[in-house]
């Protein structure tokens, strides 16, 4: 694994056409990456949808450059994605590891998403 002190500089954008391959890819084989005692459980979500609020927080931090995307782990062994604020060197934006409650000044971190499945998105090329 290799650290590095600099945000990505590309502009992340592909074709509509790799997006829909990719998540086709992803939904026809994610249950094969399983151990068979984990399939069929909605282990790994489809998509995870955030609101736009939750979203524009983490943007308008003053020191964010990009965001972060983890993958977690709930105690039934789904998956979720958990997002923060990343600073200009690469480092993530996070509340300070003694706060037990973010208050509204804090750094946010998402998670909570709108997970498919159970509560999914329209149909669309991306989810089909």
Known sequence: MSITK???TNDHLI???????MTTRYRRDKETVLAPE??????????????????????????????????GMDETLKSHAIIVGVNELNEDILPALSSNNLAASDEPILEEGQRCPDI????SPLNT
């Open 38 to 71: 984990y399939r069929s459980q909605n282990i790994l979500p489809n998509s995870e949808t955030f609101n736009r609020s939750a979203i524009e927080k983490l943007l308008t931090e003053t020191s964010c450059a990009a965001v972060r995307i983890y993958y």
């Open 6 to 8: 600099t945000v990505p």
């Open 120 to 123: 999914c998105p329209p149909t």
């Open 15 to 21: 074709s509509l056409q790799k997006a829909i391959d």
